[in-house]
C-alpha cells in the first residue's frame, strides 16, 4: 500500500511558478514511478509527467520547457515544479505511484493523492 499526499497548489498570475510535492508513506518510495496529472473543468484527465525509480523523465508536450519533475526518495517525496504557468494550465493536479505498465497511462496506476487545486489568473 501507498498512501500519497499533496501540497502546493494555488492561485497564481500567468508567468508565475508553484511548485507541488506529492509526501508518499507505505512501501519504499524508491521502488516505484511516480506519475502527475490534471484534471480541468470538462475536460479528461492528462498526464504531465512521470519519472521512473531510476530518474527517466517523460513530459506532456504541452509542458515540456516549463515543468520539472523530480523525486527525492530521502524524503520521500516528488515534485513538479511549475514555471511560465498559462491559464490554461488551471486544473486539479494529482500524483500517482506505481503504475502496473506504462507511466503516462493513468488507468495504469495503483495509487492516487487527494488532488490539489492550480489555478492561473490571466
Known amino acids: 500500500q501507498v498512501q500519497l499526499v499533496e501540497s502546493g497548489g494555488g492561485l497564481v498570475q500567468a508567468g508565475g511558478s508553484l511548485r507541488l510535492s506529492c509526501a508518499a508513506a507505505?512501501?519504499?518510495?524508491?521502488?516505484?514511478?511516480m506519475g502527475w496529472f490534471r484534471q480541468a473543468p470538462g475536460k479528461k484527465r492528462e498526464v504531465v509527467a512521470a519519472i521512473s525509480w531510476s530518474g527517466n523523465i517523460y513530459y506532456a508536450d504541452s509542458v515540456k520547457g516549463r515543468f520539472t519533475v523530480s523525486r527525492d526518495n530521502r524524503k520521500n517525496t516528488g515534485y513538479l515544479q511549475m514555471n511560465s504557468l498559462k491559464p490554461e494550465d488551471t486544473a486539479v493536479y494529482y500524483c500517482?505511484?506505481?503504475?502496473?505498465?506504462?507511466?503516462?497511462?493513468?488507468?495504469?496506476?495503483?495509487?492516487w493523492g487527494q488532488g490539489t487545486q492550480v489555478t492561473v489568473s490571466s
Open positions: 500517482a505511484a506505481d503504475p502496473k505498465g506504462d507511466p503516462t497511462k493513468g488507468n495504469d496506476y495503483r495509487y
Open positions: 507505505g512501501r519504499t518510495f524508491s521502488s516505484y514511478a
